[in-house]
């Protein structure tokens, strides 16, 4: 079992920067990899940015590549950096995490978080 607590969230205006964090517990351990997911309303969820627990390779859905860094902080803590931000990155933003063993490809993760909410105002 692997909790998760996403933090950071909040308004911003166009153009500004959030940093989310997620710590996560119970059998961190078996954490193969970290990512991050959005949500705006009347969308579906979609994938952001995902980090090997670890081994620091990471990835990126196109529409953040250059904008958004994720990174791991230490063994249990993982951060996404936002700058650069756009009204359409308004949404619920999710950690999530997939354990070793359980991928079933890159935006398959098993378990997530509450959600932190970020705001982008122009």
């Known amino acids: 079992q692997v909790h998760l607590v996403e933090s950071g969230g909040g308004s911003v205006q166009a153009g500004g920067s959030l940093r989310l964090s997620c710590v996560a517990s119970?059998?961190?351990?078996?954490?193969?990899?970290m990512g991050w997911f959005r949500q705006a309303p009347g969308k579906e969820r979609e994938g952001v940015a995902a980090?090997?627990?670890?081994?620091?390779?990471t990835y990126y859905a196109d529409s953040v590549k250059g904008r958004f860094t994720i990174s791991q902080h230490n063994v249990n803590t993982f951060h996404l950096q936002m700058n650069s931000l756009k009204p359409e990155d308004t949404g619920m933003y999710y950690c999530?995490?997939?354990?070793?063993?359980?991928?079933?490809?890159?935006?398959?993760?098993?378990?997530w978080g509450q959600g932190t909410q970020v705001t982008v105002s122009s």
């Open positions: 119970g059998s961190w351990y078996n954490i193969h990899r």
């Open positions: 980090i090997y627990r670890g081994g620091g390779s």
């Open positions: 999530a995490a997939d354990l070793i063993g359980s991928s079933r490809g890159p935006w398959d993760f098993g378990y």
